[in-house]
C-alpha cells in the first residue's frame, strides 16, 4: 500500500472516481449509441484493424461535421474533455499538501524575479 495514501486522500479519490462513474456511463453510452446509429461499423477483428495499417485516412472538418449529430459529437467531447478538469482540481487543487506546492512554486518565482520575500524562511527550490 501506498505510504502516502490517507483516509482523507483515500476518501478524495473514491469520491473522484464515483463522479466520474455517474457522469462517464450515460455520456459514453451515449456517444456510443449515436455513433452506431450513424454508422460506425463494430469491432471486427484485429485482422481488420491492422489490415492498412499503413493506410493514412484523411478527412477535412467539412467531412466530419457533414452531419449535425457528428457535430454536435465533436463539439461535446471537446467540451467534456475541459469538464474533468474541474472536478479533479476541486478534489485535489485545494489540499494542504498541493497548497504548499504552490507556495513554493510562487516563491521561486518570487525570488527570481527579484522581489522581496517579507516575512519567509522557506526554501527557494521549486523541485526538492
Not at 11 to 23: A, G, N, S
Not at 78 to 100: H, Q, S
Not at 119 to 124: A, D, V
Request: glycine share 4%; aromatic share 18%.
Amino acid at each position: 500500500m501506498n505510504s502516502k495514501l490517507n483516509p482523507k486522500s483515500y476518501f478524495r479519490l473514491m469520491t473522484l472516481v464515483c463522479h466520474e462513474m455517474l457522469i462517464i456511463i450515460p455520456v459514453y453510452a451515449y456517444i456510443m449509441v449515436a455513433n452506431i446509429r450513424n454508422g460506425e461499423t463494430p469491432y471486427m477483428s484485429w485482422n481488420s484493424i491492422h489490415a492498412n495499417i499503413s493506410d493514412i485516412d484523411t478527412q477535412t472538418f467539412a467531412e466530419w461535421t457533414a452531419t449535425s449529430l457528428n457535430k454536435d459529437l465533436l463539439i461535446f467531447t471537446k467540451v467534456l474533455n475541459v469538464y474533468w478538469i474541474f472536478p479533479f482540481f476541486a478534489f485535489f487543487g485545494f489540499t494542504r499538501e498541493t497548497r504548499a506546492h504552490y507556495r513554493r512554486a510562487y516563491m521561486f518565482v518570487v525570488h527570481h524575479l527579484g522581489f522581496p520575500a517579507a516575512g519567509t524562511t522557506t526554501e527557494y527550490a521549486l523541485f526538492s
